[in-house]
DNA sequence: TATTCGCACTTGTAAATACAAGTAAAAAAT
DNA sequence: ATTTTTTACTTGTATTTACAAGTGCGAATA
């Protein structure tokens, strides 16, 4: 089975949505025009302007009619309390990752209070966590969960520095749409308090998340432990 | 200035979405093909296709090549942490309200870390704190700063077991559009202790929030303590 | 000088057309 | 009867064309 090359919008969505998030357009900047959009990359205006629809939608960039289109920056919009996932929330900041549990496959029962289906619990699931570190100070541990179907090679890729996200939606054309989150505080229990080397005690905020994805029927889970001393968490709504 | 007729894939949406959260379309129901509609309603189909994209992207069908378009029913409701206020956040719990300091007017200087503008600080803001029960149990306690331009009434106004939001939103025609949150995990500090009847280091929620409306140049601030203990925020996102 | 007007640009809406690709059921072959 | 193939649908992608409408700037006008 081959892999479907990406449609032309697709492609151009990427482009530039990497360049306004290595900077190369600003908030503030325009965007080319659609007309030089489609001189630029040799595509007609219906399909340049969906690419740009999908920038609006995730809130890259505005538009205004007889203006252009113009760079919103990083969507902090979405930060993590919205859409996106950790790496695109934080910003320039400097964010290590520490695989602490290598992704594997193990059966599983419940995701942390959602229901799951019967045949992705027949599949069993993939199985990371992470440790997450701002500036070298840990601020983040999470335990993710995916289904495991179909995903090739996923086991094997890496993570280190690398948003699940984007790896989810370069590889496997999969995008996480919304989903569902509770979100609580609560005392650092033991394993936290080692990983974020806190005392006892220390207030913890804790995500438990459900994914759902461009990929009818597939959702996948995720158990975020923060510490909010130093970082707290930023989000529009 | 007359209002200019909204578009025909607007109409549609608005149709179709009608259609869906009245029951007419059930979960799981197909929507009429593409080309149906276009017979239908008379248009063409990139036109019927910008009014499913709509559907799509607000979550109430998702669409299948070659099968057609599934209604998922109606997106659920919006939490605490997207968008509404407390009161529509609930659902059908009992939702009491103490207003523990009167709507007051008072100067600011800062507003739970956003910045304000130079008008608004002249002109000082309205200060309000409440504390909100579910079934009884302290859950939410919230400050609320509204500046004090031309809300005529408003400190006269009773906010008992009512929305604010819904009181900008009937009286003075104030919509929240969107904001800005911080949100951190701290321990209970006297006050809180107090109000929520728990022991000292008991882990609190606290959200900091920059409420923007349709009115340009209007926001305001709310800094919200909860306790997690029995009833967690949950949030679409 | 200050104002108005027009022009050249931008994005917004809408149609007509073509072909690719996935789905499911009918039709044909085994 | 079972399997395979065809066929008639569905949505997905992409082009071409046309005009509407908002913006900003420069030229013409008062």
């Keep these: 089975m081959a892999l479907k090359e990406a449609p032309q919008y697709r492609k151009l969505y990427e482009k530039l949505r990497k360049l306004i998030e290595n900077g190369t357009y600003a908030r503030g900047d325009l965007l080319p025009s659609e007309n030089e959009l489609c001189a630029a990359h040799h595509l007609t205006r219906p399909t340049v302007r969906k690419a740009l629809d999908m920038l609006v939608n995730d809130r890259f960039i505005i538009r205004h009619q007889g203006k252009g289109s113009i760079v919103q920056g990083q969507p902090k919009g979405i930060g993590i309390l919205s859409l996106s996932g950790t790496t695109s929330a934080i910003g320039q900041d400097k964010l290590t990752t ?3 549990v290598k992704p594997n496959i ?3 029962e419940q995701a942390f209070g959602y229901e799951i289906s019967e045949q992705d619990k027949s599949l069993g699931c ?3 966590e ?7 100070i840990p601020v983040f541990y999470d335990i993710t969960l995916i289904p495991n179907l179909n995903l090739t090679r996923f086991t094997s890729r890496s993570f280190e520095n ?3 996200f984007e790896i989810l939606r370069k ?3 999969i995008q996480v749409k919304g989903g569902e989150q509770k979100i609580l505080a609560i005392k650092a229990d033991e ?3 080692e990983h974020f080397r806190v005392k006892r005690n220390h207030p913890i905020l804790r995500l438990d998340r459900k994914m759902e994805t461009n990929r009818a029927g597939f959702s996948f889970y995720s158990q975020i432990y923060c ?4 970082y707290s968490l930023i989000g529009r709504f």
Tied chains: 1, 2.
Excluded: A
């Design 130 to 136: 992470r440790l997450r570190l701002i500036n070298d």
């Design 227 to 230: 510490n909010t001393m130093d």
């Design 98 to 100: 520490h695989i602490i």
């Design 162 to 164: 690398k948003s699940l």
């Design 191 to 193: 394993r936290i308090q």
């Design 171 to 173: 590889h496997y054309q």
């Design 106 to 108: 193990r059966s599983w």
């Design 126 to 128: 993939i199985h990371i």
